[in-house]
């Protein structure tokens, strides 16, 4: 096999979100099953209209949770009856998340909640290109280096292994002015780092 040179190199890549998704909720107890799911079903169902009346796409809305418990107060006594509902809403236009925010709330009334915003990018994939092209070079820019001191041309590649880091992509948020004003709740996007790692061997050539 001869003699070769193994070392490691990380990348990253970054960019502005492009894509969020809303997660939506409501809510109602009352003292029969029935009631709290039709209370719940109001609110959730005035919430949805809401969210396509502002022009969202009905493929961009997922179920997300549908439930229903006893309340005990105390244990096992069964005093209330809780439903839940959860929708997602994807979307592209991030300049119109808090105002959409604002209009489900306002229509699904007491019953409305907001579990959250997941913010990403809606091409994943070249982000991702992007941070193994750099832990590439990195490693290349290493090999090059350790050939050079070793008195030897860098040579083939023999072996690639792609490695895993811990945690994934990493939001960095910035101070950007918000996605959305006036009546609109202000939304931040920021921007997500992805990281790639990769072990690349190569072949040492003969000396320099």
Known sequence: MGRSVTVSGHGRATAAYDEATLRLAASARAANPSDATARATYAMSAMRDAVLSGGVDPSALSTTNVSLNPVHDPWPTVVA???????AVRLADLSRVGTLLVAAIDAGG??????????????????????RDAAFADARTKAEQYAGLAGQALGEVRHVVEGELAGGPSPRRHLAPAADSGAGVPVDAGEGTVAAVVSVTWALGPAV
Do not use: K, P, T
């Not at 009856?81 to 929708?87: D, K």
């Not at 019953?111 to 990018?121: C, E, L, Q, T």
């Open 81 to 87: 009856y809780e439903a839940s509902l959860g929708l």
């Open 110 to 131: 007491d019953g409305a909640r907001v579990d959250g915003i997941a913010f990403s990018h809606r091409d994943a994939a070249a982000l991702q290109r992007a941070a």
